[in-house]
């Protein structure tokens, strides 16, 4: 995608209330599920690796994470829509198509820039929900104002201190910051646990344990403070009453607006 902020300044629309279905018919569907859960669990806890490394920035841990995102959604869109994704989705924004997949296209491609832009600017909130279902799983593409939740670990950047500090603070807030960013860290080895637990494999486990998961996290920045969040969502069991066969946009459903109170990103929901 590199590039496309030349053309490109987002369609908040695509994403607003929406979420990608994406069926789970058989056994070899729900391994590459468990698949890519796993990889995010391994991601977050790459990057807790690197926020308990003194010698690396919270910056460059930050923007691994995003890279990451990024090239998720990317993946995704060459597997839905082909190696024309780009297109497909400007030619969805520009209104010369109206078709499913135009639509899945004009979300992962906005998802994927925005998680671009939110690696290096301050006061936008990443917040997907992911849930999951006997025959089915979702994927919620939030951002939102601001920088944290109500339920979220903060931790401190000394690098992207504006503040000038005689020694004797100076030195105090640098420990102060380590710390936080070490308690940073075992929050997110934690949360990367409940990734595990949330959606297990599917040749370890019974139907019954596994057809229903659910997470909703979050991360952000403002200034030299990081915010990262991960709680377990229960699905609704009632959300869907019939299968599908291809991905499709649906709702965004109960569950994304019962977390969006419970964490107050109601009101700062970019729309």
Same mark, same amino acid.
């Given at each position: ?35 890519? @859960?796993?990889?995010?669990?391994? %991601? ?60 899945? %296209? ?17 006061? @936008? ?10 025959? &089915? ?53 934690? &949360? %990367? ?12 486990? &019974? ?20 915010? %990262? @969040? ?42």
């Amino acid at each position: 995608m590199d590039g496309t902020q030349d053309r490109f300044n987002g369609n908040t629309r695509v994403l607003h209330q929406r979420a990608v279905r994406i069926p789970l018919p058989d056994r070899e569907a729900e391994r590459v599920f468990h698949e890519n @859960m796993l990889n995010v669990a391994v %991601a977050r806890e790459r990057k807790a690796d690197l926020l308990a490394d003194p010698t690396v920035s919270v910056l460059d841990a930050y923007e691994i994470q995003f890279d990451h995102i990024a090239e998720s959604f990317e993946r995704r869109l060459r597997r839905t829509v082909g190696d024309d994704y780009e297109e497909v989705a400007m030619a969805y924004n520009r209104g010369e198509r109206d078709d499913q997949i135009g639509a899945l %296209a004009a979300y992962y491609f906005e998802g994927a820039w925005r998680a671009q832009q939110q690696a290096t600017i301050t006061d @936008m909130l990443y917040a997907p929900l992911i849930l999951r279902y006997p025959d &089915s799983f979702t994927t919620n593409i939030r951002f939102a104002s601001g920088y944290t939740t109500t339920e979220s670990v903060r931790y401190e950047s000394p690098a992207h201190c504006s503040e000038e500090l005689d020694d004797e603070h100076t030195e105090t807030y640098y420990e102060e910051s380590l710390y936080s960013q070490q308690q940073a860290a075992d929050y997110l080895r934690e &949360s %990367a646990a409940i990734i595990r637990e949330e959606f297990p494999d599917p040749d370890d486990t &019974s139907f019954e344990e596994r057809k229903y998961g659910g997470i909703v996290s979050a991360s952000g920045r403002r200034g030299s403070v990081f915010s %990262a @969040m991960l709680e377990r969502v229960e699905p609704d069991p009632d959300r869907f009453a019939e299968s599908i066969s291809e991905p499709t946009l649906v709702e965004a459903g109960p569950e994304a607006r019962r977390t969006e109170r419970t964490f107050r990103l109601e009101s700062d929901v970019i729309h």
